[in-house]
């Protein structure tokens, strides 16, 4: 098992033994865009409140959650939120294409945030697969001008579970000179525009500098039994097949 907590990595006897096996690293390609209308186009916010995780209020395309580090405010802080979007307003067979808008926010802050990474520890595996076929990118309008944007990776098979990291330092080259949400208020948006063959349920993110906080946020996942956005329910299928109308859709194991 691995444990991440802190900043320090532990690793039981049974890890230890993995550690040496290669992993695929993946650097997604950034396709920028000026405003969201250029990948939302005439899509609409996807009512996701049937899916199969809960969140407090009213659902309806909207998750957000905030973010603090043990060390306080004076370290980092702020929010991570997810807004859906699809050619229509329901899952279903009459969705076809999805688009995912995640809005990072850090507030100011004396230290600032290196990165966030998905998948860590979680029992709900992200679908790398998925994040890799998908088209990516920084939305300009929403991205503050002085925030350089991270490499984006996605990392297969860590330790059997996918991660989907964030990397702000990177792009610095002399060091951390510009974490995220360092010394003034910074906003990253970046957006995922896919199929509907996908399911989305709550991974944990680590947020880090020398210090880490989790939160939990909804991400492409594969988990036996969960059905694509693009898959009709279970009843609708029924009547669908009984009139020789339900079209081959990829489901999940």
């Known amino acids: 098992m691995m444990s991440i907590r802190s900043g320090v990595v532990v690793l039981g006897a049974l890890a230890l033994a993995t550690t040496a096996v290669a992993r695929p690293t993946t650097t997604l390609a950034n396709n920028n865009v000026a405003d969201r209308s250029a990948v939302l186009g005439s899509y609409v916010p996807l009512d996701m409140s ?12 909207e998750y957000e959650v905030n973010y603090l580090s043990p060390g306080g405010a004076l370290d980092y802080s702020g929010s991570l939120k997810l807004e859906v979007f699809g050619n229509v307003g329901t899952p279903g067979a009459s969705l076809t294409n999805v688009v995912l808008i995640y809005t990072f926010s ?52 860590v330790f059997a579970n996918d991660h989907w990291k964030f990397d702000f330092i990177t792009t610095e080259g002399g060091g951390p000179t510009d974490r995220f949400g360092q010394n003034l208020n910074e906003t ?26 989790q939160v939990l946020m909804p991400a492409p996942v594969r988990i036996p039994g969960q059905s694509d956005l693009g898959v009709p329910a279970p009843g609708a299928s029924a009547l669908l097949l009984g009139a020789g109308l339900v079209a081959t859709r990829r489901r999940r194991g």
């Open 106 to 157: 850090g507030t100011n802050a004396l230290f600032g945030v290196d990165g966030f990474e998905f998948g860590i520890d979680g029992s709900n595996n992200l679908d790398a697969g998925d994040i890799l076929g998908a088209t990516h990118g920084r939305i300009a309008a929403e991205s503050t001008l002085t925030q350089a944007s991270p490499t984006v990776d996605v990392l297969e098979g």
């Open 188 to 213: 990253f948006t970046w957006y995922v525009s896919t199929t509907a063959d996908i399911a989305l349920n709550l991974t944990e993110v680590n947020i880090y500098n020398n210090l880490t906080s």
């Open 50 to 61: 049937s899916q199969p995780f809960t969140v407090s209020g009213a659902f309806s395309n």
